[in-house]
């Protein structure tokens, strides 16, 4: 488990990240979204230990039986791999070659490095492109290596800052998937990504941040609720018959309906759980309905609402 | 372990650059013979004792050897050039073994190039390194030392490439010309007084005088001051390194 607590850090009179308190559950997938200059890198930087805070505690708890309490700072080393944004590795050594470089860094040698090495390959979907020099490899195949660097030592904590960054469908699907996979063995992750359809299908639990703060914090689920006032149910008809709105307002909770041509849209307050009435009410009024939808906000709405629409330098 | 990782690591990483070790070998041979053809009539008038490519073989070869440190304040900078820092910083090493380990594999890469081009002088220059020329390359390897720990420490000090690489610009063109790697040092006069400071200029004196009368007279000093500057600038590097871990 990582705890956070009260961390801050700025750099002369720019408050990078102000007061921040998290806590990483073993086995999360932790989602960390964000625009630019939120504070999500300078985070990363002091839970990895690059970067010293100015206030407030990071430590990493052993979760293992029969152990409690913070881990010290070399225990600590040992169990993060870090993926960071910039394709970080030698362009002049074949991807082997920086796979175990990277990885003999953590004690690796001989034959066990070999086989880490093949190993954190054959996860990036590099076992063929092993002895090709990494300068000759596409954007999709240095992302990918870069993960490979990152994971060789099998690390209990894995570090992902932005890894589908600039790269073609199918190396990010790879990715993706290479994520879940991590998640299956049951690794830690600390993700943080632009991309909203990736946090809303990976993560567990999700922290935005903004100009430092941790804004908002949850499952997806909680972070939906907090810009939902409202839920509403969409009923497509078959044909323009009489709608009686009267009785659809009449049920619990239902605060509006209006017929839009063959659109019955009923807007109910949040929480109501009347869809059960509204169906038997469509029913009742002998209405054919040919879809049902219901609205419900996307993580990139709920991310727009909350950190605001306008530009960001 | 984690130094002679990094050492290891710095050698492969300067073996998958020829062009720059070409440049680094070849340059210094063209340069010695450029001069050494180019001032044969002024030593000979000048009755030297030596002729022009005898004394540049000797020293335009301690000013390679001392360009060397571009090399090692390289070692220290390609983990930022090649982002790799973010990596290093995570991983359970020390930052002081890996200045080592930058240290020592520039040493082995400068160390090497000077010999290489001791040999290639010797064979297709005919320079003369004297009856003693493993002496000569002791005097290189050591050399070389200086030039090694005199790149890290700048790079580890400054933090900043260009910074770094613009104070090697100034002192290594500067102590290797008040060494007398451009022209014969007078026996008196400012210039004279102020070679004392450089020790390319000892090392020079020891060269020359292993090539020429072979008394071994200058090897000491040179070894001396090298090997004190090379342990004063490491150092530096190291206390540097364990203050930014």
Redesign the interface.
């Known amino acids: 488990m990582i705890e956070i607590r009260n961390v801050s850090k700025s750099f002369g009179p720019t408050m990078a990240v102000d007061n921040v308190s998290l806590t990483i559950r073993d086995g999360e997938l932790f989602g960390l979204l964000g625009p630019n200059g939120a504070g999500k890198s300078t985070l990363i ?1 002091m839970i ?3 970067l010293a805070q100015d206030g407030g505690s990071v430590s990493f708890m052993d979760g293992a039986a029969g152990k409690a309490g913070a881990l010290d700072a ?1 225990a600590v ?2 169990m ?1 791999g ?1 993926v ?1 944004q ?8 074949s991807a082997i ?1 920086n796979v175990k ?2 990885a ?4 690796l040698r001989g034959k066990a490095l070999t086989e880490a090495a093949e190993a954190a390959l054959a996860f990036a979907g590099l076992s063929d492109a092993g002895k090709k020099p990494a300068k000759a490899f596409s954007g999709g195949m240095k992302r990918r290596l870069n993960i490979a ?2 994971i060789a030592h099998d690390p209990r904590v894995v570090i992902l800052d932005e890894p589908t960054v600039g790269i073609d469908p199918q190396s990010r699907n790879h990715i993706l998937r290479s994520v879940e996979e991590l998640r299956r063995r049951g690794r830690t992750i600390i993700y943080t990504t632009h991309y909203m359809e990736e946090a809303e299908n990976l993560c567990t639990e999700i922290a935005i941040m903004d100009k430092g703060k941790i804004i908002a914090q949850g499952s997806q689920e909680r972070l939906k609720l907090l810009i939902k006032d409202s839920s509403g149910v969409t009923f497509t008809l078959k044909r323009p018959d009489p709608v009686d709105l009267g009785a659809f307002e009449r049920i619990r909770g239902v605060t509006k309906a209006k017929l839009d041509e063959l659109r019955l849209s009923v807007t109910s307050e949040v929480g109501a759980t009347n869809l059960n009435e509204l169906t038997a009410e469509v029913n009742r009024q002998g209405l054919i309905v040919t879809d049902i939808s219901t609205d419900s906000p996307s993580l990139e709405t709920v991310f727009l609402s909350l950190t605001g629409r306008s530009l960001r330098d | 372990m ?1 130094t002679l ?1 990094f050492a290891r ?1 710095q050698l ?2 300067q073996l ?2 020829p062009g720059i070790l070409a440049l680094f070998v070849v340059g210094p041979l063209f340069i010695i013979f450029v001069f050494g053809q180019a001032f044969t009539a002024i030593f000979a008038a000048g009755n030297q004792g030596f002729s022009a490519m005898q004394y540049f073989g000797v020293t335009l070869l301690t000013m390679a050897v001392f360009q060397g440190s571009f090399l090692a304040s390289w070692a220290v900078f ?1 983990e930022k050039r ?12 020390g930052r002081v073994s890996a200045t080592l380990g930058a240290f020592l594999g520039s040493w082995l890469s400068i160390a090497a190039i000077g010999c290489v081009v001791m040999a290639l002088g010797s064979v297709f220059l005919s320079i003369d390194y004297g009856d003693r020329p493993w002496l000569s390359a002791l005097l290189v390897c050591v050399e070389a030392l200086l030039a090694s720990s005199l790149g890290v420490s700048l790079a580890v000090v400054f933090g900043q490439e260009r910074a770094a690489n613009g104070v090697l610009n100034a002192i290594v063109p500067l102590l290797v010309f008040i060494g007398g790697g451009y022209t014969i040092i007078p026996d008196s006069g400012l210039l004279h007084e102020l070679s004392r400071f450089s020790p390319i200029r000892w090392i020079n004196l020891a060269m020359l005088d292993l090539a020429l009368p072979d008394t071994g007279e200058y090897v000491a000093a040179a070894l001396s001051f090298s090997l004190a500057a090379s342990a004063a600038l490491m150092s530096i590097a190291c206390l540097r390194s364990w203050r930014k871990r």
């Open positions: 930087n990895t230990g690059l070399k080393k040992r993060i870090l960071p910039d394709l970080a590795f030698y362009q002049n050594y070659e470089f990277f003999s860094l953590y004690g660097c990152g | 984690v990782l690591h492969r990483l998958r650059s390609k090649s982002n790799a820092e973010a990596r290093l910083g995570v991983a359970p090493i």
